[in-house]
């Protein structure tokens, strides 16, 4: 049977994906990096490289979410997922060492850990009142595989193993360099006898003379044949111990063992972005569709920059956009240094961040779930290839519209500065054309102004300035005709540069 995910509603094909190339020109790469900080144990990384494409599997995903936000359900995973950790941790630690008993005592505490666990999630979950698909079949697995001979097998036998550990009584003798170790038989607990007798002597604070124990895991050779002796005095005991290491080498569920690293896929994100709500700044599970292609985003932000600013106590700016009917792409044009290439990263991770079943950062959101998502960033000339930059750039955009397909996705971000004017308006509008073509939503940041008005399909955002500063950016990108002239010559007349203010001056 298939393991039970709380991430995929239907199986998945196994593998590694390699990381998409657009990562870090939306700076997903930080976004991600910051998320896994801390659980790197969990290998969470590949699960951010794929993406669904199904409305329903995005459903299923936010459902899980909506579970996890009752925090009885949240704290009762967390648990069990620090007991989980203190398995895999001494699990690790029993591969380590060197002593045989001693890496086999780690492994029963560990197993014994392990049915700690299970069964507390186990009645936990028994209690809690889950509603997502994910969750509640998972919860069914759960108590069937506590309540089964199996897991009551293991259990019983590690309790059974560690108690009779725990009976063991032996005497060690030192007599010079000689050590003899005998079975316990009742003799006098002389240690006891010393404390009474200077008990009458303790009149108060007194220098404490007590020896430290190194906390070093790892047994010394002294220690080691000690315990070798005692193993021979308690054969059964310690076959038993050496039986159940060699019956239960793999005592973890697979199905458990992957609910404790899918769950993170949620917490850690969760977790990473708990400071940013407590700032203010809101989440929300988007609307998605695979078909449709109506978008309507609001107090939308970059989650990346969001995560830098905050801790600074610096103001995150928001946005919002729409697109209705005929309408594909967003042309983005502005002052320098006003926020479009923000704008733009933030317009493809709200899309991704969707398409994983994460909450988006914007107060609400309508959200297409593409199949590709494709970026052309500037980029540093690269003297291997021995091309030009504008070549280069013309490569890429070949390589990605031929690609690309309806039901893509492809941010642009100051395409052919390079170049000039004149040319960056033609390869704009032919690359223009070819996005419309195709029908994909796109986005591109230009300084080509008549690239905002091509034709229906294209949306015009503007990023603006203080109306009575035109040199002070607002971050603000809102919805209205290019007029970048009008900022040129705002400044122009701030600064006493305008054709009227130099006439006058040099009359």
């Known amino acids: 049977m298939p393991l039970i995910s709380v991430l995929f509603g239907q199986p998945v094909e196994a593998g590694e994906p390699a990381e998409p190339s657009f990562f870090p020109d939306l700076n997903l790469d930080q976004v991600f990096a910051a998320v896994v900080a801390g659980r790197e144990q969990y290998d969470l990384t590949p699960l951010f490289r794929i993406p669904l494409r199904d409305a329903a599997a995005v459903e299923y995903r936010h459902a899980v979410l909506r579970d996890l936000y009752v925090d009885a359900t949240a704290t009762a995973i967390a648990e069990f997922a620090e007991r989980m950790r203190t398995v895999r941790d001494g699990l690790a630690q029993a591969r ?87 079975r316990y038989d009742g003799e006098a607990d002389f240690s006891a006898d010393v404390v009474a007798t200077f008990a009458k002597f303790a009149g108060g604070a007194v220098k404490d003379y007590h020896g430290q124990f190194s906390n070093w895991p790892e047994m010394n050779h002294v220690e080691e044949q000690i315990a070798d002796r005692v193993a021979r005095l308690f054969p059964d005991v310690f076959g038993a111990l050496d039986g159940f290491c060699e019956r239960h080498a793999e005592f973890r569920d697979d199905t458990v063992s992957a609910f404790d690293r899918e769950v993170q896929f949620y917490l850690a994100y969760l977790d990473h972005i708990a400071p940013l709500k407590e700032a203010g700044l809101e989440f929300c599970h988007p609307r998605v569709s695979a078909g449709e292609k109506e978008t309507d985003v609001e107090a939308a932000f970059d989650l990346a920059l969001a995560a830098k600013l905050v801790p600074r106590s610096t103001a995150v700016v928001t946005n919002d956009f ?104 033609f390869i704009g509008e032919r690359v223009l054309e070819t996005m419309i073509g195709l029908g994909l939503l796109g986005l591109y940041v230009t300084f080509v102004d008549e690239l905002a008005s091509l034709n229906e399909a294209c949306v015009s955002m503007v990023g603006t300035v203080v109306p009575d500063n035109p040199a002070e950016r607002t971050y603000r990108i809102v919805r209205k005709p290019a007029d970048g002239l009008a900022y040129a010559t705002a400044i122009a007349r701030k600064y006493g540069l305008t054709y009227p203010q130099l006439k006058e001056r040099l009359a």
């Open 96 to 182: 380590k060492l060197r002593y045989r008993y001693q890496k086999e005592a780690w492994f029963l505490d560990a197993a014994r850990g392990y049915c700690a666990a299970v069964r507390a999630l186990a009645a936990a979950f028994g209690a809690a009142d889950l509603s997502s698909r994910g969750l509640t079949a998972f919860r069914e697995y759960l108590a069937g595989y506590a309540d089964s001979a199996e897991f009551g097998g293991l259990a019983a036998e590690a309790d059974e193993v560690a108690g009779a550990l725990d009976g063991v009584r032996y005497c060690v003798n030192i007599r010079g360099n000689r050590v003899t170790v005998t």
């Open 322 to 425: 729409r697109l209705s009917g005929a309408e594909r792409i967003f042309v983005v044009t502005g002052p320098n240094h006003g926020g479009k290439t923000t704008f733009a990263r933030m317009f493809g991770q709200l899309h991704y961040l969707a398409s994983l079943g994460y909450p988006v950062p914007a107060r609400r959101a309508r959200l297409f779930l593409p199949d590709r998502v494709f970026t052309h960033f500037e980029r540093e000339e690269d003297l291997a290839t021995l091309r030009g930059k504008l070549e280069d750039e013309l490569i890429r955009i070949r390589e990605v519209l031929g690609s690309a397909t309806g039901s893509s996705l492809l941010v642009m971000n100051e395409s052919f500065a390079s170049t000039t004017l004149r040319d960056a308006r």
